[in-house]
């Protein structure tokens, strides 16, 4: 994730530095499961370091109204291994493994993300790629996350020995964990949709991955923000922060397209249920991409039910979108939660399947 901005949003309806740990097997408190996901979700990124919003702060303070806590990000070991050095703003290993166990027996899911916008995961071969399984199981384990998101912003072009390894080690972490094994994605959209209008490199490097995975994914959330925009599958350019490239975005992933204008990779879309928006959480937290409350509920609504739509429309309605994402929790907290009010707010109405037509006042949600 990048430093972005964006306030967010509303109601609708609808330096890292990478630092190092020893693997360790140790703290036997595998995953149990994943908590039950709402129909429709607020997920948000927890700094495990510190930046311009301050400090970071213990897992037990993060406001209740987030269903997903990503905690950003794991450290490259090198050679595949991953690892993970709580920052001492968030109080004591003991205390973060406690503070996980009571966010998921309150009901959140608590997943340990990869990558960012600084940090590296290299799987080039066979022994990377078990030393990739391997650690990140233990750090599972070690834990009690719910699975990994994956928001690799470095490393990852068309034909890179990482894909099909990070594909196929990803099938075995599930493996080891079972079945509530948690999978989200994170990418900037030039790595999908972005590979309408261009293909190499970067570009729609993560729709094999997305393809490979889709049996597995929880949701994805893509990053619409700090990239300006992207083409449409009919020609349009649709630009980050508008109802149109949130919509189009979205319909870019449930719909499917065929890459390289429409001659190359044949994307399928996946289900409503696993398809998530990612915006920044103020003008803050992001270069790019800011979203007013009506955008979001516009956005939202009109995937759901057809209202607020600008000029891209759905086929059809979508009541099951998954929701929001935002980067960051942190950025939030220290904007005085300009974001999660709204979105919380937003959600909720969506949940109990109710239109408004504007935002109603927002009130702060203390951490449980």
Avoid at 295 to 318: A, E, F, N, Q, S
């Amino acid at each position: 994730m990048k430093a972005t901005s964006c306030i967010l949003l509303a109601c609708v309806a609808s330096a890292r530095e990478i630092r190092h740990e020893e693997f360790a097997m140790a703290y036997p408190t595998a995953a149990q499961g994943t908590a039950r996901l709402p129909t429709h979700n607020l997920v948000g990124y927890w700094h495990n370091f510190e930046n311009p919003s301050g400090k970071t702060f213990p897992l037990s303070q993060i406001s209740k109204d987030w269903d997903v806590i990503n905690v950003a990000f794991a450290d490259s070991l090198g050679s595949g291994a991953l690892g993970l050095n709580i920052d001492p703003s968030a109080g004591s290993e003991a205390q973060f493994i406690a503070d996980i166990a009571a966010l998921k027996a309150s009901g959140k899911i608590v997943a340990l993300s990869l990558g960012g916008e600084k940090g590296s995961v290299t799987i080039k071969d066979a022994t990377e790629k078990a030393n990739f399984v391997n650690s990140l199981y233990g750090l599972i384990t070690k834990y009690g996350f719910d699975g990994i998101d994956v928001d690799l912003e470095n490393g990852v072009s068309i034909g890179a020995p990482i894909v099909q390894n990070l594909i196929d080690g990803i099938k075995q972490l599930k493996q080891r964990v079972g079945p509530t094994f948690y999978l989200s994605m994170a990418p900037e959209h030039p790595y999908v949709q972005g590979g309408y209008g261009q293909w190499g490199g970067l570009w729609g490097s993560y729709l094999a991955i997305i393809d490979a995975l889709r049996d597995d994914l929880t949701q994805i959330h893509v990053q619409f923000y700090n990239n300006n925009g992207f083409t449409y599958p009919d020609g349009r350019y649709l630009r980050e922060g508008t109802v149109d490239g949130l919509v189009g975005g979205s319909l870019m992933l449930l719909e499917g397209f065929t890459a390289q204008w429409g001659q190359g990779f044949k994307f399928n879309g996946l289900r409503a249920d696993q398809v998530s928006i990612g915006v920044p959480s103020g003008k803050s937290s992001a270069g790019q991409g800011f979203v007013t409350e009506d955008v979001i509920l516009r956005t939202l609504t009109c995937l759901t039910k057809g209202v607020g739509c600008d000029t891209v429309k759905p086929k059809k309605l979508y009541p099951d979108f998954r929701g929001l994402m935002s980067w960051s929790i942190n950025w939030d907290r220290f904007d005085n939660f300009p974001f999660s009010k709204y979105a919380r707010r937003a959600l909720d109405l969506l949940n109990d399947n109710v239109t408004p037509t504007s935002a109603p006042p927002a009130t702060s949600t203390p951490a449980p």
